[in-house]
């Protein structure tokens, strides 16, 4: 069964610092989600992202945040100057469509330490 | 900003016995619920999901029922089993393109007993 894969599994970063997380959605997949669960709390949206640009985006989405497709197969997220409430499991998400009927896969997430 | 509440944190069952896990959400645009299970240390895996044209879904043991009056809905368990021991997350969304997002719950943590 087609995964969505999520590189790395854990990282740890200081504060102040810049991180990139990885992700390799479903190949036939046309949309792109970054969701994040801090510990004990809520999956929350992030992010969405079609055709190349950012077609929603969440309050906590803020300037520090961005998201890029840099070639056919990779998104990432970047977080340019980490902060300690940015420490989260961060999971990718895909869909071949743009409505919740066709269904979300995600993948094993990262976690993001910053210390 | 609580659209998408799920008031028991955890549940404990035994094995062979039905788990009902509870979800009420708020916003009236929801259209689309679904239901995830997720283990530590992995992404949400997609259960079961409800139109809201809909008032239950079924495959297998698992049984997803919708009140739309009440907004309010269910997930059964039927029988449980141990390794359905996981957080289950309520999301509640729209089937329209515009609206991509999932809203979760809180979840709830089911623990079913051998």
């Known amino acids: 069964e087609p995964e969505v894969t999520q590189t790395p599994s854990h990282q740890v970063t200081q504060m102040g610092q810049e991180v990139i997380l990885r992700c390799v959605p479903i190949?036939?997949?046309?949309?792109f989600y970054w969701y994040r669960q801090i510990l004990g709390q809520k999956v929350e949206f992030l992010v969405s992202?079609?055709?190349?640009?950012?077609?929603?985006k969440s309050e906590i989405f803020d300037d520090q945040f961005s998201v890029e497709r840099p070639d056919g197969s990779n998104f990432t997220l970047k977080i340019r100057s980490t902060k300690l409430e940015d420490s989260a499991m961060y999971f990718c998400?895909?869909?071949?469509?743009?409505?919740?009927?066709?269904?979300?896969?995600f993948g094993s997430g990262t976690r993001l330490t910053v210390v | 900003d609580q659209q998408v509440k799920q008031n028991s944190p955890s549940l404990s069952v035994q094995e062979g016995r039905i788990s009902i896990l509870n979800c009420d959400y708020t916003?009236?645009?929801?259209?689309?619920f679904l239901w995830y299970k997720k283990y530590p240390a992995e992404g949400p895996t997609f259960l079961i999901s409800?139109?809201?044209?809909?008032d239950k879904n079924e495959d297998g043991r698992f049984t997803v029922f919708l009140n739309k009056s009440a907004k309010h809905l269910s997930l059964h368990i039927v029988p449980s089993q141990p390794g359905d021991s996981a957080v289950y997350f309520c999301?509640?969304?729209?089937?329209?393109?515009?609206?991509?997002?999932?809203?979760f719950g809180t979840g709830t943590r089911l623990l079913v007993s051998p």
């Open positions: 916003n009236s645009m929801f259209d689309y």
């Open positions: 992202f079609y055709n190349n640009e950012i077609s929603e």
């Open positions: 190949s036939n997949h046309l949309y």
């Open positions: 409800i139109s809201s044209i809909k």
């Open positions: 998400a895909s869909s071949p469509g743009g409505g919740a009927n066709y269904g979300y896969t």
């Open positions: 999301a509640a969304s729209r089937e329209n393109t515009g609206f991509q997002k999932l809203v």
